[in-house]
């Protein structure tokens, strides 16, 4: 039938062309390039998700210079569509409605809010390709014939396989009593809800509305230990409506993973109480999400879950006991395919949940959806991801080889194990600058605009008070520290400053560096074993991805990308600067803020990506650190503080170098050089 | 790899053969030929379900004259196998641990407990094949390792697929929380249960045991209006353990079909009700027979249910009302499948619900499981198969071709509207003579072994009293009313009989026959009205039965199924003496019991028989009386009790022909012949 003496169709922006006989709805001519195209009323000129724009242009072999003779003129059905919903924007035509003449450019336009293709993300500009696994089908049903006695049901799949092409539907049970009064008050028209995720079964419909039902939605979560964050969106247009964030109220079980394991060991219902409490707080953000976007919950009709091991354990009801020893086994590692009515969310009762598969033992679906997200994966040159919370997970990766292990960092990154360490929470110190010829620090706290040394800012940060360093100023004030000579490359804190100082004082048995006097309360203050607690925490992240970048056989990572509010707030120069990650070129370490929840949307909108992370994860080498002799090593190694001021001038015109101790070289080396200075621990 | 020159394996009762090379597992051979032999081990030699009779025989081309030669010597796993489980029977061989090592011939026994292969039906010699949806299949799973860190329901599923090739198995969400303590408690050896019904979906992990679990179970229930009925089968051997029966507790919302539609019309809750009811009574049965079997009710891992579409619909929670009036739309008429749990029903969290479809808003899943196991879609000849309750379902068909109408017969067939009917049960008169010189009857009732002239009958119905007459009761005393002259072939009680017989007395405007005198009651009798009753059921289930034979275009039916409790007590002779069916040969009118039971159980045994109905289904040609004006014209013809004398030589001898009634031939006929009498109506 088509031939090369058809008119050409070209659309854009992805190129795809071919040549299709005059008279074919636009529409079609995609479907049959795989050109992505919404329609929800099967093109019936009613839903009015197909437009697109027949661009102006000139092909040159065939000289055209004007559209109107290539798409066919405006229709009566778009003349109805426009009628009741309001104008088309300018250029834009039904394509179920408008047919070849001749060649075409056709574009699918982003920008609409009917049509809208793509999201952006918050914190990049890529874009999710949208292959939701739900599909909105609209049908008219034939109505009963004593004649043809099939049930109302029957009539409907049928309908559903010749416009949709969907055969051997799949049914959920609690669609069955409701079928009957759905198409009498549709008036025998309405739309199914499809889920077509293929892996994991038939098609399936999941939800039957009366009439044209032009929206469906999704959410996506991501559940971690302190907080649990969720996204609404559209699953037609893709926009992201509503976000919302809430504690996991299992904090209240215990602070930690670990001790949420502990729990479960030492109260019979432990597990049981716990689920409940996760269930229940993601119910509430559904609420939440819902209300903010004025979404009915029971329109919600997909959803992405991830967590980590521990997290994703007991959201699904699973005792995590076994992830608090070695071997760290999980009860299911793969990806999950469930129903919310079967683990108690409240959406619609057809919901499908999917979640993410988990890494490893340590490594969990949080882990694998930021992979998602950062994909070092399918990159050219090495790319790491680093994702901080009581646990590092690390991913090194490049196209044909990614690799992932955990660092048990602690939860000193996080102001725990730290005297004045606290939650990122209003009042709590983010930011640090040391003079290093005064030592006087100046601040700035979450919650205040001003530095400590601008105007304001003692008026403003009165209403919270100054009640701690939280993760990030800990960094900084690390960091700075270190620049300003206060502590040395092994983390000493220079005692000598006491002399002629009082910034620095004698503590104990150990020296202090006082950052800020409270007027109401003891000093904040960092302690020798606050830097020590820092150096472990560091070390542990650096010598796991040391060990991945060995496996590598890779001396130099080409990009970082810190994920997780850890990796969102702290400067990546400061974290160059203490060694946190290898070295890198600054503009290429990034912090990508909640890598997981984006992996999470991405899967919600685009079910190509669910495979695509199952398959990522099936190739992913698990490198467990506790069975690898040479992490102990490098994490001895990482101890010591680098010296980076060659690395970064700007923080060198403002600091003193620190006096570089009297050692021998090479005293202390093995046979390997010596990276990252001296490895004696504890000074 | 196989050829001719490999030595010959003929499997019987099947016949089917081939080549295989020395070494070659029988079990392996089987199923390369398609031979069906159990094993729920997969060829470990501990389940013993794969027991076959390697037996003695002689091929003339080889000259074989032993046995030992040709089949592999006692294996270790055999002796290991006998040692726990005691011996295998005499000649009796595992096929998985014994190998070919020359031309055998091989037997798969069908009369052991482990391994029987074919049920008999309670009332026929038909054999079922068992193909079930589920199997079960024991894996040894590897366990946890930190370096290839998969979970454990992942290598689970690696497993099962290696070993029994099951690929991207589906895993219901309850196994998720129970996955670690099973594989902990069978010390990593597991039996899994795999639904495997392919058009629901793609294979399923359903139940999950630890160690070798060599049982399952199923459930077949036909949900009548009266009587639910239940047999509890093992899926593994096809034996039925158990059957059960209780009334149907909807009663109590109304007698029949439509007074629960109407009570549901007029109650908000009464859908909710009855569904609750009649779920609560499945239930009660599931117990009852798994109580009787010893078998726990969580080994129940598949079920089979029928009823009528009201009965269907209230089942599955769906609102009746549209079957209460035209078009009588079924809110689904194809095959259901879902999850016990999702109806409320007490089995194994895993366990699947299939439905057989229904045929027609009046002719439902139960007329189709009929169907299924009397077959009229494959009879080389035409065949009736007839469900008598309220309604009579009839199905007429052979090979090709295959027609199913429902006609109202009322309920007088089953005691009502018969002044002095009643349901059968003890006391009821189910067995009627009546000498026609005397007039005088003999009677026998439910309950009582002998007949009413019969030694020691009064003392033994002393027990019940004679209470009324059922339903098989009321066909024999019109057919032999008939027979004795007492009615005419119009109907009519003949008024001249009372001046000579006390029996026949005037009662009020008509005469009515005195049945029995009852001592402490009115006399049991039959009124002129009961015999128009019976006239205009059996009228209309004739005419429906005669508008199939003629959308046939076939004069003649070969074969009658007479199917239910109705079918299974009337005797054949006085149906046809009243012409309830067409004329055939008596002994291939045969009642068939609970055919809808029958062939749910065959659903539940072979998943082929599902697919088997499902397209007879949508192939059978659905009439609707209440279209058809043909249905009218051979009801009114049908009124009369035809003449029939004559084929029924041995009653003949024992009657005085009624006096015909004189009339001029023709006068009143169309331009069709009468067939069968005159068709005054109300003489």
Redesign the interface.
Known sequence: MKNGMDPLIIFTPSGKRGHFPVGTPILDAARELGVYIESVCGGRGICGRCQVETQFGKFAKHGIESLEENASGWSAKETRYTDKRGPLKDGRRLSCSTTIQGPLVVDIPADTVINQQTIRKAVDTRIITRNPAIQMCYVEVDE???????????RL?LMIEKDWGYS?L??S??I??Q???ILRDGKWAVTAAIHRDL????PTLIALSPGLKNEAYGIACDIGSTTIAMHLSSLLSGQTLASAGTSNPQIRFGEDVMSRVSYVMMNPDGQASMTKAVRNAVNGLIEQVCTEAGVDPTDILDSVFVGNPIMHHLF????PT?LGG?????????A????AT??DLHMNEGTRVYIIP????HVGADAAAATLSESPHTEQELTLLVDVGTNAEIVLGREGRTLACSSPTGPAFEGAEISCGQRAAPGAIERVRIDPQTLEPKIRIIGVEQWSDEPGFSEAAAATGITGICGSGIIEVMAEMFLAGIIDEDGVVDRSKAATNTRVFEDGRTFSYRLWETPDGPDIRVTQNDVRAIQMAKAALYAGVKLLMEKQDMPQVSKISLAGAFGTFIDPKYALVLGLVPDCEIENVKAVGNAAGTGARMALLNRDHRREIEETVRKIE?I?T??ESKFQEHFVNAMAFPNKVDRFPRLEMQVKLPQKRQEPEGAEAGDRPRRRGGRRRGG
């Open positions: 009963p014939d004593m004649h043809k006695p099939l049930g109302d049901l029957d799949k051997d799949l049914v049970q609690h069955l009593p079928v009957q009064q892996k994991t079964s038939r699904l009801g699973i005792d076994e070695a071997p760290f086994a999980l009860a299911v590692s793969g999950v395919h469930t129903w079967e683990i988990c890494i490893a033992g698990k467990e506790a069975l």
